[in-house]
């Protein structure tokens, strides 16, 4: 095995019709056997580095190159994406487009069929791949028929069937919900460990990713502006919107080095000394969730919205929610969280008016702006300042960039932009939003709890549907867990996160829910108390 | 349409060619006789085995489909051929044409309604009891791109469709609603950006070095061999009945149709021949003991 799989000198590339580069001298080397995760804000190079790795740039996309790359031995400019196929495998962010075939089985043998193997030799082929990542169960499911998670365990497996060398994946967690992306990490880390293959990953959930890489590339505006082990690239990033919540968490309060896992902090802490009191607050949320739905929500003001009694029952499908009463005071904050399937989305399209009620009723005070999970779906005009006005662009961040297409912006602007754009019919009651921050960078995450701080403030209760607990700990002022189509607990981020097992963030994790801190700033107080007494 | 779904039966435990052999016969029966109790038979034939390989559901769904099609092409009829002598309704002139409903043509109608609804069982069959993958590795050493295609294009009509339906919910959630033509743009525009992420996938999986993919020898299994030979018996009895002139029908001037026991053997040939997979116990899935 050559000791370098992939090598770039002095690489730059910029896309056509685009005057500012997307790459701009970088030089790096990929070994066998690495894990190396691609960091960085949106629009920061990671997808076009990893496009240029498997022959899509220039290729396929077209545009300038400068520099040199070498993938397997192979030249890039020469060699282009069918030929680094013998050496790399690519997953992509959608695992929608990415699976072509009806049945999971001919998808896996599609790739050693291109390339012209014995029937025989696919069939062993296609068992080996599937087995090695536990999805022979799915070999004679219909593709249309997985799940998110599933379908994007079968991309990995049919970019792995010809046992390429290189991994290369782009946001492969972005469409997935936590569970299944901390799957796909487990399987991406057992891949590197137990059969080396090198894997190259970008993602914006750091925290994730860092506790199998051996090497992180950070990339800012094209250039390589970090390449270091975990630890060093902690200490690179510390302050900066790529330090993931726990190293923060020891940044603010004063504490070094900066761990890596929620494990490594929690034993750093015990080896300093400081064993913060764990909370109870777990066993007090069900307490707290029956009050707030019959007692005191009930006794407040008159609401922005409320569901009674609402039963949703799909035809030939499971019922959806089972007699849901919800209450939602005006300028409140709320995060609806929940499993896959236990009726969020649901109760969102009810909210909005866009489901009948199988029984039971739904009330709004006025208007209701409901944005759905993919914010392309709203844009439907060439230019931004078309979408919703050129007086709501700076809003969405985007002042002076009115003539832009909305297809050319990052996915975290393309979200405020949709927002914008549900909000243009004025003041509403309540807005709703359903996974508003899948795939959006820490930056564009600050930038939307703003919004919803300033739309709470105008008097609208906000509701949004989320899987994100680091992101609902710091926007929202209320939590509301649903099981299947009911409310299972319902209270203050600190009540229901702070004590919760999956539900709860990194730095609840780390000192164990004690004083229901759950944000860094929040944990880093407490440190210092405990650093005090 | 009907979608393929993995049954224990042994159309979908047969080969796809053999399969889709019998359907083609079916459909072929269709094609060539347009007696009414030939027509019926196919329809029952079709329905019957659907039932027998657990697709009753989907032949439902097709059944839907085909029946309002079927009467709308009953309908249509008359008002286009005015041909006949039982005259039923009287119309008035238009543009210098007489709209005279007359017996023969609505029978006619009815025969043409018939053989439409016969043709989409069939196809309704074939979807559900055909894995498309199967069938376009048949296809593929002809025309290997040409069945990718078609292959891509089975699996992103209902992708594109969801797209279409979400573009639609979020239409509705805008204050003020883009006009159509904004929508259908921004659709297209949105299959155009699916299609580019495919082909992408498809260029990093080695499709533009692939090359013909080597042929497959799988030995024959019983099902293939009965669902083989009844299609085999379909198109026989199919063709040795055109050939005997069996099956005739006159719609215009006057409405005759030929029934007799020549009629009623090619419909019961067609029922033993399509029957042939499901009869006995060699039709049963799994029959050695462990």
């Given at each position: 095995?050559?000791?370098?799989?992939a090598?770039?000198?002095?690489l730059?590339?910029?896309?056509p019709a685009?005057?500012?580069?997307?790459?701009?001298?970088?030089?790096?080397?990929?070994?066998p056997?690495?894990f190396?995760v691609l960091a960085?804000?949106?629009?920061?190079?990671?997808?076009?580095?990893?496009?240029?790795?498997?022959?899509?740039?220039?290729?396929?996309?077209?545009?300038?190159?400068?520099?040199?790359?070498?993938?397997?031995?192979?030249s890039?400019?020469?060699h282009?994406?069918?030929e680094?196929?013998?050496?790399?495998?690519t997953?992509?962010?959608?695992?929608?487009?990415?699976?072509v075939?009806?049945g999971v089985?001919?998808?896996l043998?599609?790739?050693v069929?291109?390339?012209?193997?014995a029937?025989?030799?696919?069939?062993?082929?296609?068992e080996?791949v599937?087995l090695a990542l536990?999805?022979?169960?799915l070999l004679d499911?219909?593709?249309?028929?997985l799940?998110?998670g599933?379908?994007?365990r079968?991309?990995v497996?049919?970019a792995?069937v010809?046992?390429?060398t290189?991994?290369?994946?782009d946001?492969?967690?972005?469409q997935?919900?936590?569970?299944?992306g901390?799957?796909?990490m487990?399987?991406?880390?057992?891949?590197?460990?137990e059969?080396?293959t090198?894997?190259?990953?970008?993602?914006h959930r750091?925290?994730r990713?860092?506790?199998?890489?051996?090497?992180?590339?950070?990339l800012?505006?094209g250039?390589?502006a970090?390449?270091?082990?975990?630890?060093?690239?902690?200490?690179?990033a510390q302050g900066?919107?790529?330090?993931?919540?726990?190293?923060?968490?020891f940044?603010?309060a004063?504490?070094g080095?900066l761990p890596?896992t929620v494990?490594?902090?929690?034993e750093?802490?015990?080896g300093a000394?400081?064993?913060?009191?764990?909370?109870t607050?777990?066993a007090?949320?069900?307490?707290?969730?029956?009050?707030?739905?019959?007692?005191?929500?009930?006794?407040?003001p008159p609401?922005?919205?409320e569901?009674?009694?609402?039963?949703?029952?799909i035809e030939?499908?499971p019922?959806?929610?089972r007699?849901?009463?919800l209450?939602?005071?005006?300028?409140?904050?709320?995060?609806?969280?929940?499993?896959?399937g236990?009726g969020?989305s649901t109760?969102?399209?009810?909210?909005?008016?866009?489901?009948?009620?199988?029984?039971?009723?739904?009330?709004?005070?006025g208007?209701?702006a409901l944005l759905?999970q993919?914010?392309g779906d709203?844009?439907?005009h060439d230019?931004?300042?078309e979408?919703?006005?050129?007086?709501?662009?700076?809003?969405?961040g985007?002042?002076?960039?009115g003539?832009?297409?909305?297809h050319?912006?990052?996915g975290?602007?393309?979200?405020?932009l949709?927002?914008?754009?549900?909000?243009?019919?004025?003041p509403?009651?309540l807005?709703?939003l359903?996974?508003?921050?899948?795939?959006?960078?820490?930056a564009?995450?600050s930038a939307?709890v703003?919004?919803?701080?300033v739309?709470a403030a105008?008097?609208?209760?906000?509701?949004?549907a989320?899987?994100?607990?680091?992101?609902?700990?710091?926007?929202a002022?209320?939590?509301?867990l649903?099981?299947?189509?009911?409310?299972?607990?319902?209270?203050?981020?600190a009540?229901?996160?702070a004590?919760g097992?999956?539900?709860s963030?990194?730095v609840?994790r780390v000192?164990?829910?004690?004083?229901?801190?759950?944000?860094?700033?929040?944990?880093?107080?407490?440190?210092a108390?405990e650093?005090?007494t | 349409m009907?979608?393929?779904?993995?049954?224990?039966?042994p159309l979908?435990a047969?080969?796809?060619?053999?399969?889709?052999?019998?359907c083609a016969a079916?459909?072929?029966?269709?094609?060539?006789?347009?007696?009414?109790?030939?027509?019926?038979?196919?329809?029952l034939v079709?329905?019957?085995?659907?039932?027998?390989?657990?697709v009753?559901?989907?032949?439902?769904r097709a059944a839907r489909?085909?029946?309002?099609?079927?009467?709308?092409?009953?309908?249509?009829?008359?008002l286009?051929y005015?041909?006949?002598?039982?005259?039923l309704?009287?119309?008035?002139s238009f543009?210098?044409r007489?709209?005279?409903?007359?017996?023969?043509?609505?029978?006619?109608?009815?025969?043409?309604g018939?053989?439409?609804a016969g043709f989409?069982?069939?196809?309704?069959?074939?979807?559900?009891c055909?894995?498309?993958?199967?069938?376009?590795r048949?296809?593929?050493?002809?025309?290997?791109?040409s069945?990718?295609?078609?292959s891509l294009?089975?699996?992103l009509v209902?992708v594109?469709a969801r797209d279409?339906?979400?573009?639609?919910?979020a239409a509705r959630?805008r204050?003020?609603p883009?006009g159509?033509?904004?929508?259908a743009?921004?659709?297209?525009?949105g299959?155009l950006?699916?299609?580019?992420?495919?082909?992408a996938?498809l260029?990093?999986?080695?499709?533009?070095?692939?090359?013909?993919?080597r042929a497959?020898?799988a030995p024959w299994?019983?099902?293939?061999l009965?669902?083989?030979?009844?299609?085999?018996?379909?198109?026989?009895?199919?063709l040795t009945?055109a050939?005997?002139?069996?099956?005739?029908?006159?719609e215009?001037?006057s409405?005759a149709?030929?029934?007799?026991p020549?009629?009623?053997a090619?419909a019961?040939a067609?029922?033993?021949?399509?029957g042939?997979?499901?009869?006995?116990?060699a039709?049963?899935?799994?029959?050695?003991?462990a």
């Amino acid at each position: 095995m050559p000791d370098v799989l992939a090598s770039a000198q002095e690489l730059s590339y910029a896309y056509p019709a685009r005057s500012r580069p997307a790459l701009t001298g970088v030089s790096l080397e990929i070994h066998p056997g690495s894990f190396t995760v691609l960091a960085g804000i949106s629009g920061s190079g990671k997808s076009t580095l990893l496009r240029a790795l498997c022959g899509l740039v220039p290729h396929f996309y077209g545009g300038e190159v400068a520099g040199e790359l070498e993938v397997g031995g192979m030249s890039v400019r020469d060699h282009g994406p069918g030929e680094l196929a013998a050496v790399c495998g690519t997953v992509f962010q959608d695992p929608e487009t990415q699976v072509v075939m009806g049945g999971v089985r001919a998808e896996l043998a599609l790739a050693v069929e291109h390339r012209g193997d014995a029937p025989a030799a696919v069939a062993r082929a296609v068992e080996e791949v599937a087995l090695a990542l536990g999805v022979a169960h799915l070999l004679d499911r219909r593709t249309d028929t997985l799940s998110g998670g599933e379908l994007q365990r079968v991309a990995v497996a049919a970019a792995l069937v010809h046992r390429p060398t290189l991994l290369l994946l782009d946001e492969p967690t972005s469409q997935l919900d936590p569970v299944a992306g901390d799957e796909l990490m487990w399987l991406l880390r057992r891949l590197n460990e137990e059969w080396g293959t090198a894997v190259v990953i970008a993602d914006h959930r750091l925290d994730r990713c860092l506790p199998a890489a051996d090497r992180v590339l950070a990339l800012r505006d094209g250039a390589v502006a970090c390449d270091a082990e975990p630890a060093g690239f902690l200490e690179w990033a510390q302050g900066g919107p790529l330090s993931p919540p726990v190293a923060r968490l020891f940044s603010l309060a004063g504490l070094g080095p900066l761990p890596t896992t929620v494990k490594d902090a929690r034993e750093r802490l015990r080896g300093a000394g400081l064993a913060p009191k764990p909370a109870t607050a777990a066993a007090e949320a069900g307490d707290v969730s029956t009050a707030r739905r019959w007692g005191v929500r009930r006794s407040g003001p008159p609401p922005a919205a409320e569901a009674r009694g609402l039963w949703h029952e799909i035809e030939e499908g499971p019922t959806a929610l089972r007699g849901l009463d919800l209450r939602i005071a005006p300028g409140e904050k709320v995060a609806l969280m929940g499993r896959n399937g236990a009726g969020k989305s649901t109760l969102l399209r009810h909210f909005k008016g866009l489901a009948e009620p199988t029984r039971g009723r739904v009330e709004t005070a006025g208007e209701v702006a409901l944005l759905l999970q993919n914010p392309g779906d709203y844009l439907v005009h060439d230019h931004a300042r078309e979408e919703a006005g050129e007086s709501a662009l700076p809003s969405a961040g985007l002042a002076g960039r009115g003539e832009a297409n909305p297809h050319d912006l990052s996915g975290g602007e393309r979200q405020r932009l949709a927002l914008e754009v549900v909000l243009a019919g004025g003041p509403c009651a309540l807005v709703c939003l359903d996974e508003p921050t899948r795939g959006m960078d820490t930056a564009s995450k600050s930038a939307l709890v703003d919004r919803i701080a300033v739309l709470a403030a105008d008097g609208a209760g906000v509701i949004v549907a989320t899987h994100d607990t680091e992101f609902a700990a710091v926007f929202a002022d209320r939590i509301v867990l649903m099981g299947p189509g009911v409310v299972i607990a319902d209270g203050t981020p600190a009540e229901v996160l702070a004590g919760g097992w999956h539900f709860s963030t990194d730095v609840a994790r780390v000192l164990g829910g004690a004083e229901g801190a759950l944000t860094p700033e929040a944990g880093a107080a407490v440190l210092a108390r405990e650093l005090v007494t | 349409m009907p979608v393929y779904r993995a049954r224990d039966s042994p159309l979908h435990a047969a080969r796809a060619g053999a399969t889709t052999a019998l359907c083609a016969a079916l459909a072929f029966t269709c094609a060539v006789y347009s007696h009414p109790l030939v027509l019926l038979t196919v329809i029952l034939v079709v329905v019957g085995v659907g039932v027998a390989a657990r697709v009753g559901a989907e032949m439902a769904r097709a059944a839907r489909l085909s029946v309002p099609l079927a009467l709308l092409v009953t309908l249509i009829n008359p008002l286009l051929y005015a041909e006949g002598n039982t005259l039923l309704v009287r119309g008035g002139s238009f543009l210098g044409r007489r709209f005279d409903i007359t017996l023969e043509a609505l029978a006619a109608g009815a025969l043409a309604g018939l053989r439409v609804a016969g043709f989409m069982m069939v196809f309704g069959l074939f979807s559900a009891c055909v894995d498309p993958d199967d069938l376009l590795r048949l296809f593929r050493r002809v025309s290997y791109r040409s069945a990718l295609t078609a292959s891509l294009a089975t699996r992103l009509v209902p992708v594109l469709a969801r797209d279409a339906m979400r573009m639609g919910d979020a239409a509705r959630c805008r204050p003020q609603p883009p006009g159509r033509l904004a929508v259908a743009r921004a659709t297209l525009s949105g299959a155009l950006e699916r299609a580019v992420d495919v082909a992408a996938a498809l260029e990093v999986r080695g499709y533009s070095t692939a090359g013909r993919p080597r042929a497959a020898r799988a030995p024959w299994s019983r099902h293939d061999l009965r669902v083989g030979v009844a299609a085999a018996l379909v198109g026989a009895a199919t063709l040795t009945g055109a050939v005997a002139g069996v099956g005739n029908v006159a719609e215009y001037p006057s409405f005759a149709v030929a029934l007799g026991p020549a009629e009623v053997a090619l419909a019961a040939a067609l029922l033993l021949g399509a029957g042939l997979p499901f009869a006995g116990r060699a039709a049963r899935l799994g029959v050695a003991h462990a």
